[in-house]
């Protein structure tokens, strides 16, 4: 088994860095980025206000596992009660049974039904909130619309005031 090395020279870090949105990466890509044009250790940890060590470690874990090593790996801890290979179905079926409603919206236990009855992941109500900020779902919705709220009424009632 070979043991991968990577060049500073493989990337253009300087330009990764701009489109990074994650901060610490983008901090670890300017790193690379500093090493990459030749400067040395201390003088990157003085130019970017950061222990001689942190810049050291992000150039050893750089050249181990390459551009994958700027992100965090997983930690220890509780994992997620909804698989990863879910999510994207559990979104999908949160949108549909919200446009499936007439008026009102899904509140957070019409959401902790759909998780433990479809995939049976048991939440709290407030876990399941956040679990919706964790996917990458926002839940501020519009002001709901009653379910026999007549358009055509109302635009004329506007008209005439």
């Given amino acids: 088994m ?12 300087g330009k990764l860095s701009k489109t990074e949105s994650n901060p610490r990466a983008r901090q670890r890509l300017l790193i690379l980025y500093q090493y990459s044009i030749g400067k040395a250790t201390n003088d990157i940890a003085k130019d970017l206000y950061i222990h001689p060590e942190t810049a050291r470690r992000t150039k050893k874990s750089y050249l181990q596992r390459g551009l994958d090593s700027i992100y965090d790996r997983p930690h220890r801890g509780r994992h997620s009660k909804l698989a990863e290979s879910d ?3 559990f979104k999908a079926m949160i949108v549909s049974e919200q446009e499936k409603r007439a008026g ?21 109500v407030n876990g399941i909130y956040e679990m919706l900020k964790r996917i990458g779902m926002s839940w501020i919705s519009a002001r709901s619309q009653h379910p026999k709220a ?11 005031l």
């Fill in 2 to 13: 070979t043991i991968p090395t990577y060049i500073l020279k493989d990337h253009g870090f």
């Fill in 87 to 89: 999510i994207d179905a």
């Fill in 104 to 124: 009102g919206r899904l509140t957070g236990q019409d959401i902790q039904q759909i998780a433990k009855e479809h995939y049976n992941a048991h939440y709290t």
């Fill in 150 to 160: 007549d358009e055509e009424v109302q635009e004329t009632f506007k008209k005439t």
